[in-house]
């Protein structure tokens, strides 16, 4: 079984009540709606919260799924979790550099490689820090949309089901975004090499459809 034909298995298993095939969905899913809950509010006790309710609704709500991409449907209950959190908080959120260190366990978008030295593991760190802090400085629909493509790496289309809104209206809140994020990240210098500025350095394939 391969593993969309196994997610889809375990969609209609929990439809009709399975809690252990719906554990098995959160398992598969749940790496990547943590990161996006993360990236978007930028604290890790609150992206944890937004997560978890996240899955709940979900759960709650699988008789809404009408097929098609899970996956999207499921992230689009992340954000919007997570848009509820922030709303909790009453606040934007503001997360000095040394929280951001300490906040950094469990997340996932700057993988490390076990053959890399300390300084590239260092310098991953710190490209991460400095791209949440200007993520931070976005308005939460340009920020959504930057976490989505260039951070999860899910393509237009994807991430314009997932914010429920049409193609055009990503790829201009990504343009946008992008070049609030290269203005606040130059102010990081050397962090910036080559192979981590961001995407729209000439032309990809997204942006020729």
């Given amino acids: ?19 252990e095939a719906f554990n098995d969905l959160v398992e598969m899913h749940q790496s990547r709606a943590y990161n996006l809950a993360y990236r978007l509010i930028g604290d890790k006790h609150a992206a944890a919260d ?10 709650n709500h699988l008789h809404s799924f009408r097929g098609g991409n899970f996956r999207a449907w499921l992230m689009q209950i992340v954000a919007n979790a997570t848009y509820d959190e922030m709303r909790k908080q009453k606040r934007r959120p503001t997360v000095s550099a040394d929280e951001l260190a300490e ?9 490390t490689n076990p053959e890399d030295d300390p300084e590239q ?33 899910y393509d237009y289309r ?26 606040c990240l130059q102010g990081f210098g050397e962090l910036l090499p080559d192979i981590y500025r961001l995407k729209d350095q000439g032309t990809t394939k997204d942006d020729e459809e």
Avoid at 103 to 111: K, L
Avoid at 123 to 136: G, I, K, N
């Fill in 1 to 19: 079984m391969n593993g969309e034909s196994e997610e889809l298995a375990l969609i209609e298993a929990a439809r009709r009540g399975s809690v």
């Fill in 50 to 59: 937004a997560t978890q309710e996240a899955f709940i609704s979900a759960f």
């Fill in 158 to 183: 994807e991430a314009a089901e997932i914010v429920h809104t049409s193609l055009g209206t990503v790829k201009s809140r990504l343009s946008r975004a992008r070049q609030k994020l290269r203005d």
């Fill in 121 to 153: 593991i260092a310098l991953r760190h710190a490209l991460s820090d400095a791209v949440q802090h200007c993520l931070d400085k976005l308005s939460l629909e340009y920020r959504t949309v930057a976490v989505l493509t260039d951070v999860q790496g």
């Fill in 103 to 111: 906040e950094r366990d469990g997340e996932i978008d700057f993988a």
